[in-house]
Antibody, heavy 121, light 109 residues
């Protein structure tokens, strides 16, 4: 079964750091670009960051550029999101997602269950 | 940056047809995807590349895209269709990124 499982969320103080992980199974992880998408409480979906298959290409929303770093370990079938200098507005459920084909910009058909990040003092 | 605009809410009577619009500059030149999200759950892809249904999605869901507007149509609406719906495109104009619409709450009466 194709599956994504996020972990690493929790409560962190403003200015703090957190690293999210997304464990992939049931498909050839190294063949797919991957993305992180977040959803603040009661709000809509927002794309956060994306990464190419090899990890050499990384992309960020303006709101997180310079604070978040996306990476991947294809040997461990795992996607990461290192979040630094966290702000209250980063509070959200964070999903990792996979496109339906190996084409980078295709629809996202596989989503994890999400992990909650709360930034508060 | 590219923006996608959706109505905040759409109401539809049970068994009738709901249409959810997604407006964007020359969106007809892009591939549009649609997601359904129920409370407490991850999004589910219901239409990809304008008008294609993934396996397991009922034929009642259909999509179209032309000019400055894409549309998701739900025919013979059921109570289980009540959810938030989001359109999405890939924006390569200013930066390589996914862009989501503002989201539409569909209520089945």
């Amino acid at each position: 079964e194709v599956q994504l499982l996020e972990s690493g969320g929790g409560l962190v103080q403003p200015g703090g750091s957190l690293r999210l992980s997304c464990a992939a199974s049931g498909f050839t992880f190294s063949s797919y670009a991957m993305s992180w998408v977040r959803q603040a409480p009661g709000k809509g979906l927002k794309w956060v960051s994306g990464i190419s298959t090899s990890g050499t290409g990384t992309y960020y929303a303006d709101s997180v550029k310079g604070r978040f770093t996306i990476s991947r370990d294809n040997s461990k079938n795992t996607l990461y999101l290192q979040m630094n200098s966290l702000r209250a507005e980063d509070t959200a459920v964070y999903y990792c997602a996979r496109p339906m084909t190996t084409v980078t910009d295709d629809a996202l058909d596989i989503w994890g269950q999400g992990t909650m990040v709360t930034v508060s003092s | 940056s590219y923006e996608l605009t959706q109505p905040l809410s759409v109401s539809v009577a049970l068994g009738q047809t709901a249409r959810i619009t997604c407006g964007g500059n020359n969106i007809g030149s892009k591939n549009v995807h649609w997601y359904q999200q129920k409370p407490g759950q991850a999004p589910v892809l219901v239409i990809y590349r304008d008008s294609n249904r993934p396996s397991g999605i009922p034929e009642r869901f259909s999509g179209s895209n032309s000019g400055n507007m894409a549309t998701l149509t739900i025919s013979r609406a059921q109570a289980g269709d009540e959810a938030d719906y989001y359109c999405q495109v890939w924006d390569s104009s200013t930066a390589s990124s996914y862009v989501f619409g503002t989201g539409t709450k569909v209520t089945v009466l």
